[in-house]
């Protein structure tokens, strides 16, 4: 199946400072998402990006199927961008997309 | 606009127990799937359905069993539940097949098994 690793698995912030963190996958996708995880477990959607260039707020990412890679881009970071931020692909095959594989997660911690 | 709702939000069980997860969506959605988080991990894909009537197994099925009789209910059944279970179990759906995929998840239910 495909592989997916993030990194890097921590990121310790200073409230105001940017950051990049960068997933790469192992095969061709049909499906992309970003999802933060906050500190009471719950998972939000943030970006569904299986290619091109996205923002939402202080929030962006970047998938570049080709090169196999996609990065989400925080600026401006407040401490409520704290969690586990998990990149999920899902294949090409007939229905694969919809059966996403995590890769381990970016742990980050916004300090003020 | 409820999403995906998942019901109990935490559970404590005795080994050999058994007991029923619930999940249920409210967007139509074809595809529905059951996954697993362990400390310190990404998610797992335990079971999931394409549509009413159809289910099949994901990475780690092992000691549970589901059933998709309506389009909007996929519950995940513990047989006999095991201390290896604890975990957060979550709930998701999406349109199926080549379409817009995107997965929403329910807020997850906190299982332990003692």
């Known amino acids: 199946g495909i592989q997916v690793e993030q990194s890097p698995p921590d990121l310790i912030l200073q409230e105001g400072a940017n950051s990049t963190l960068r997933c790469n996958f192992s095969d061709s996708v049909n499906n992309l998402q970003w999802f933060h995880q906050n500190p009471w477990g719950q998972l939000i959607n943030l970006f569904y990006?299986?290619?091109g260039t996205k923002q939402n707020g202080r929030l962006s990412a970047t998938t570049v199927a080709t090169e196999r890679y996609s990065l989400l881009y925080i600026s401006s970071s407040q401490t409520t961008d704290s969690g586990v931020y998990f990149c999920a692909v899902g294949g090409v095959i007939k229905a694969a997309g919809n059966k996403l594989t995590f890769g381990g997660g970016t742990r980050v911690l916004v300090k003020p | 606009n409820a999403g995906v709702t998942q019901t109990p939000k935490f559970q404590v069980l005795k080994t050999g127990q058994s007991m029923t997860l619930q999940c249920a969506q409210d967007?139509?959605?074809?595809?529905m799937s059951w996954y697993r988080q362990d400390p310190g991990m990404g998610l797992r894909l335990i079971h999931y359905?394409?549509?009413?009537?159809?289910?099949d197994q994901g990475e780690v099925p092992n000691g549970y069993n589901v059933s998709r009789s309506t389009t909007e209910d996929f519950p995940l059944r513990l047989l006999s539940a095991a201390p290896s279970q604890t975990s957060v179990y979550f709930c998701?759906?999406?349109?199926?097949?080549?379409?817009?995929?995107?997965?929403?998840f329910g807020q997850g239910t906190r299982l332990t098994v003692v």
């Open positions: 990006i299986p290619s």
């Open positions: 998701a759906s999406s349109y199926s097949g080549r379409v817009r995929t995107e997965a929403f």
């Open positions: 359905s394409v549509g009413a009537g159809i289910t």
């Open positions: 967007m139509n959605h074809e595809y």
